[in-house]
């Protein structure tokens, strides 16, 4: 069971365009939301992170939106520049008092970014 | 600081051969996790640990297992490969509260053939 999506799978964007990666999660109990970002051969690295008790929160070009209400997140990367090509995942975890959930964390499916130069 | 560090980084291992994947951690973290990426599929639990001494099963737990003998270490093994755990194989540590960030190691390929 998939509890988190994550669409599009793959992104093309030119250079100097605006990427948007939209994510959706059914368990009302997550309370952390981060965006990882991970470059071939690497491990995924944190970028960005919101809770949902705000519904923006920005970090130089990279923005996440968040709207509680639809159970939907997404992240925004302004300026897009060759150097952000990399696999981007969105990611949930639940409150701690949800008891045994222990901090794991429920990653979408991923999304491959492209800018083109 | 070498944040997670996995041992090997690439292993090929014929159907029914056994392994063991080692993580490291020096950042005194409690948690430490381990999740195998494929394609089009994320990053998926196999199993976790909340401290020195404990393991849970994640989400696909099935023919792996894990031992966390010390707090830095977080062991996972594969007693009987099979061809279905080609993946590369991910380490996580974090804190818990305030700063729940997980940090990764780069990763372990693993072919089973």
């Known amino acids: 069971q998939q509890q988190v999506k994550q669409s599009p799978q793959s992104l093309i964007v030119q250079k100097g365009g605006i990427s948007i990666i939209n994510c959706a999660y059914e368990?009302?109990?997550?309370?952390?939301f981060p965006w990882y970002q991970q470059f071939p051969g690497k491990g995924p690295a944190l970028l960005i992170a919101?809770?949902?008790?705000?519904s923006e929160k920005k970090e130089g070009r990279f923005t996440i939106s968040f709207n509680k209400s639809a159970k939907q997140f997404s992240l925004h990367i302004m300026d897009s520049q060759p150097g952000d090509s990399a696999t981007y995942f969105c990611?949930?975890?639940?409150?701690?008092?949800?008891?045994?959930?222990?901090?794991?964390?429920?990653f979408g499916q991923g999304t491959i970014l492209t800018v083109h130069p | 600081n070498a944040g997670v560090t996995q041992t090997p980084k690439f292993r090929v291992l014929k159907t029914g051969q056994s392994m063991t994947l080692l993580c490291a951690q020096d950042?005194?973290?409690?948690?430490m996790y381990w999740y195998r990426q494929d394609p089009g599929m994320g990053l998926r639990l196999i199993h976790y640990?909340?401290?020195?001494?404990?393991?849970a099963k994640g989400e696909v737990p099935d023919g792996y297992n894990v031992s966390r003998l010390k707090k830095q270490n977080f062991l996972l093994g594969l007693e009987s490969a099979a061809p279905s755990q080609t993946s590369v194989y991910f380490c996580?540590?974090?804190?818990?509260?305030?700063?729940?960030?997980?940090?990764f190691g780069q990763g372990t390929r693993l072919t089973v053939v």
């Open positions: 919101i809770r949902p008790d705000v």
């Open positions: 990611a949930a975890r639940p409150d701690h008092a949800g008891g045994t959930s222990y901090g794991k964390l429920t």
């Open positions: 640990s909340v401290g020195e001494g404990t393991t």
């Open positions: 950042m005194n973290h409690e948690y």
């Open positions: 368990n009302t109990a997550f309370d952390y």
């Open positions: 996580a540590s974090s804190y818990w509260g305030t700063a729940p960030e997980a940090f």
